[in-house]
């Protein structure tokens, strides 16, 4: 992982909004009522907060520990993280951390949980995965469960058997992995999903994308497949879906090339042409993640992962203006990249008469730095919680923390088919 060059200045207000102390886990309010009495939010104040935690636990661990966050991360903590020797990343490099750092035993990660459960399924045996809040979901998994997907899996795999195969977006629990190692597909992410799906189509097999069906559309346009022949399933989270349902029922199914699952990213889709088109009128180059609308991406200059986007800021010429449509927070830190070089950075949903521009990832956000002090401490003390561990195949309720954990038998299983939707995706990139 390279340093993404943030710094830590500390006339810099952190922009994490501060969680009411009854949405931390009993463990963790000791850590939340400090961090709510601090005077400011300053990254001075924070830091000083964090070294009483961080630095017995670094002691402790010495190298056997390794940070890990996300890009998308609210507020400073990726800075935070970073500043305590951990590494930024997005979810691809996230997930191969475990897997090609053996000596580092305790993987505590801020992030979003099936982020942390894709750690775990190439994890080594001896290594243990954390998550600093359990709560932190994915709304786009949350509308992919494996018991909506499943059945759906199911009815299609009846009709149309061996030749339909899974490819599962890292943004998916370890089941749904499992489904794709299973029925002979790959996990994909937002930058490799062309090389995925164009794997899978020399295969010649008709392929089930989940979930989210604006990464499949746009993969699918992009590859120049006909998108009549790239039908999306019925809305989940409205009860059982049956296939025939499908907007052009069955024959619409049959005549597919690529079928999608019809969830999104709630972050993502708000961006639209008539944003893009301002910025372009302003002199503005736009950039956008591949998890926004067709429409939109459409009318952008380009579209790519989060690496790609930082990538645009990072290598953009001095005077250059670029709007970025991807997570608040993420653009926040462009921002803040972007001016270190002369670059002007803004975020695409920041235009007259919308009020969500600078919209950040509000479930990864939960992530904050009172939980990053509570869990390295109580690692350290001996006494985390068992909801925040993270193994391969947990699927656990946001709400109330209980975690349905599969048996050691059903674990390897889950393991193997994950892993090998994981690591075919992995062969896919080295190859290409
Ligand atoms: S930005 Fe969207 S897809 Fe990414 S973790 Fe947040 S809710 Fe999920």
């Given at each position: 992982m390279r340093p993404t060059t943030l710094e830590l200045r500390p006339e810099l207000p952190l922009c994490q909004s501060d969680l009411p102390l009854d949405w931390y886990q009993e463990e963790f309010r000791p850590y939340a009522e400090e961090y709510l009495a601090l005077p400011d939010r300053r990254p001075?104040?924070?830091?000083?907060?964090?070294?009483?935690?961080?630095?017995?636990?670094?002691?402790?661990?010495?190298?056997?520990?390794?940070l890990l966050a996300h890009f998308y991360m609210g507020g400073e903590i990726v800075k935070l993280v970073e500043h305590f020797g951990g590494g930024v990343a997005d979810s691809y490099q996230l997930a191969l951390q475990a897997r090609n750092s053996p000596e580092k035993k305790v993987i505590v990660e801020s992030a979003v949980h099936f982020m942390a459960e894709a750690i775990a399924i190439l994890a080594h045996p001896d290594q243990t995965v954390?998550?600093?809040?359990?709560?932190?979901?994915?709304?786009?998994?949350?509308?992919?469960?494996?018991?909506m997907v499943l059945p759906v899996a199911d009815q299609l795999l009846e009709r149309y058997g061996d030749d339909l195969l899974t490819i599962a977006y890292m943004n998916t629990s370890g089941r749904l992995k499992a489904l794709a190692g299973r029925t002979g597909g790959a996990v994909c992410t937002s930058s490799n999903a062309p090389?995925?799906?164009?794997?899978?189509r020399a295969k010649g097999k008709r392929i089930l994308f989940v979930p989210d069906q604006h990464l499949g559309r746009n993969t699918a346009q992009r590859l120049g497949i006909d998108l009549a022949r790239v039908p999306m399933l019925p809305a989940p989270g409205a009860g059982a879906i049956?296939?025939?349902?499908?907007?052009?029922?069955?024959?619409?199914?049959?005549?597919s090339e690529m079928i999608l699952w019809g969830s999104s990213c709630g972050v993502h889709?708000?961006?639209?042409?008539?944003m893009v088109r301002t910025f372009h009128e302003q002199g503005f180059e736009v950039y956008i993640h591949p998890e926004?609308?067709?429409?939109?991406?459409?009318?952008?200059?380009?579209?790519?992962?989060?690496?790609?986007?930082?990538?645009?800021?990072?290598?953009?010429?001095?005077?250059?203006?670029?709007?970025?449509g991807t997570e608040g927070h993420f653009v926040e830190n462009a921002k803040v990249l972007g001016a270190s070089r002369g670059v002007e950075v803004r975020h695409l949903a920041d235009v007259p008469g919308f009020a969500q521009s600078g919209c950040g990832c509000a479930t990864m956000s939960r992530n904050d730095p009172p939980h990053l002090a509570g869990m390295l401490d109580l690692l350290r003390r001996g006494e985390a919680p068992e909801a925040n561990r993270v193994l391969a195949g947990d699927v656990l309720d946001d709400r109330t923390l209980e975690v349905d954990r599969l048996d050691d038998a059903e674990r390897a299983e889950l393991i193997r088919d994950a892993r090998l939707s994981m690591?075919?995706?992995?062969?896919?990139?080295?190859?290409?």
């Amino acid at each position: 992982m390279r340093p993404t060059t943030l710094e830590l200045r500390p006339e810099l207000p952190l922009c994490q909004s501060d969680l009411p102390l009854d949405w931390y886990q009993e463990e963790f309010r000791p850590y939340a009522e400090e961090y709510l009495a601090l005077p400011d939010r300053r990254p001075e104040t924070i830091l000083r907060y964090l070294e009483r935690y961080v630095d017995p636990a670094r002691e402790h661990f010495g190298d056997a520990l390794l940070l890990l966050a996300h890009f998308y991360m609210g507020g400073e903590i990726v800075k935070l993280v970073e500043h305590f020797g951990g590494g930024v990343a997005d979810s691809y490099q996230l997930a191969l951390q475990a897997r090609n750092s053996p000596e580092k035993k305790v993987i505590v990660e801020s992030a979003v949980h099936f982020m942390a459960e894709a750690i775990a399924i190439l994890a080594h045996p001896d290594q243990t995965v954390w998550i600093t809040n359990p709560k932190a979901g994915c709304t786009m998994e949350l509308l992919a469960k494996d018991w909506m997907v499943l059945p759906v899996a199911d009815q299609l795999l009846e009709r149309y058997g061996d030749d339909l195969l899974t490819i599962a977006y890292m943004n998916t629990s370890g089941r749904l992995k499992a489904l794709a190692g299973r029925t002979g597909g790959a996990v994909c992410t937002s930058s490799n999903a062309p090389k995925v799906v164009e794997w899978a189509r020399a295969k010649g097999k008709r392929i089930l994308f989940v979930p989210d069906q604006h990464l499949g559309r746009n993969t699918a346009q992009r590859l120049g497949i006909d998108l009549a022949r790239v039908p999306m399933l019925p809305a989940p989270g409205a009860g059982a879906i049956r296939i025939e349902d499908t907007a052009g029922g069955l024959d619409a199914l049959d005549r597919s090339e690529m079928i999608l699952w019809g969830s999104s990213c709630g972050v993502h889709t708000i961006f639209t042409p008539e944003m893009v088109r301002t910025f372009h009128e302003q002199g503005f180059e736009v950039y956008i993640h591949p998890e926004s609308p067709l429409e939109a991406v459409l009318e952008a200059d380009g579209s790519g992962s989060t690496s790609y986007l930082w990538r645009k800021v990072a290598e953009a010429p001095r005077g250059a203006r670029l709007a970025i449509g991807t997570e608040g927070h993420f653009v926040e830190n462009a921002k803040v990249l972007g001016a270190s070089r002369g670059v002007e950075v803004r975020h695409l949903a920041d235009v007259p008469g919308f009020a969500q521009s600078g919209c950040g990832c509000a479930t990864m956000s939960r992530n904050d730095p009172p939980h990053l002090a509570g869990m390295l401490d109580l690692l350290r003390r001996g006494e985390a919680p068992e909801a925040n561990r993270v193994l391969a195949g947990d699927v656990l309720d946001d709400r109330t923390l209980e975690v349905d954990r599969l048996d050691d038998a059903e674990r390897a299983e889950l393991i193997r088919d994950a892993r090998l939707s994981m690591e075919r995706m992995i062969e896919i990139v080295e190859r290409g």
